[in-house]
């Protein structure tokens, strides 16, 4: 376990070095900055059957911040090191080829939680301004950001094969931002789409990270979403284990 967390820091300083970083930092805390106030200003022209909680994160502005950041975490993560031929030092030393492939993982989601950190000081200093809850329930705190760890596990693994097929980061960013946005527009096929089944109508609703998120930022925690991400998660880190080792044979 000792290498892996020697490699998970190397890969944590990596993202902290890197200018990329603070430019997704800064994009990520302007937009949703923006999406907080505009949610606020709405609410205090007509009243609302929801929370400030349950509107900051079900918004336009908040998904379309969420898509985009997945791409630019993700896409440096092998690429760059198969460009700059930095792998061939890291696969010649004494670590395991799953450790190197969780290493980048988990330092993607390290980081990723990190731009989420903020956004718990938007609704504390909301309370604190108005005296009023921001969220219905303490469980809605809980659901909303149990829902962005579960997501955000499954498109940064999407990420990471993405970044693993290819050396040119530009490529990778695009192959991941196709994949998440045709995997999030799979669960909107239903509310497009008006004369399907019952059944197709619920099994689309089984994919449609809009609804889950709606349904847990409610405080209504459902096992379903979590079954779902956590499995989707372990295949796509699986795929790329397989894929880096199959391009480490080619090297």
Not at 201 to 213: K, N, P, T, W
């Amino acid at each position: 376990m000792r290498k892996f967390f020697t490699l998970l820091s190397r890969e944590v300083t990596s993202y902290f070095y890197s200018p990329i970083a603070y430019i997704v930092l800064l994009f990520f805390l302007i937009v949703s900055g923006v999406d907080f106030y505009f949610q606020i200003s709405f609410m205090n022209q007509r009243p609302v059957p929801y929370s400030v909680q349950e509107a900051f994160f079900n918004s336009v502005f908040f998904w379309f911040a969420f898509v985009l950041i997945f791409p630019l975490i993700t896409m440096r993560l092998f690429a760059e090191e198969f460009k700059l031929g930095t792998i061939e030092p890291l696969m010649t030393a004494p670590v395991r080829d799953w450790q190197v492939v969780l290493s980048k993982f988990f330092g993607a989601l390290i980081f990723y939680l990190v731009l989420w950190i903020p956004t718990i000081l938007y609704f504390a200093i909301f309370q604190y301004v108005t005296h009023q809850p921001a969220a219905a329930s303490t469980g809605a705190y809980w659901g909303s950001y149990l829902m962005l760890l579960l997501l955000g596990m499954f498109y940064l693994s999407v990420g990471c094969l993405a970044s693993v097929l290819t050396r040119n980061q530009i490529i990778a960013a695009v192959i991941s931002f196709c994949a998440i946005t045709l995997l999030f527009f799979l669960g909107l096929i239903s509310f497009v789409l008006l004369d399907i089944s019952s059944q197709t109508r619920q099994l689309l609703g089984y994919f449609s990270a809009i609804e889950h998120m709606g349904t847990l930022s409610r405080g209504e925690i459902d096992t379903r979403p979590i079954v779902l991400y956590l499995s989707m998660t372990i295949v796509m880190l699986g795929l790329t284990y397989q894929a880096f080792q199959s391009r480490k044979w080619r090297l």
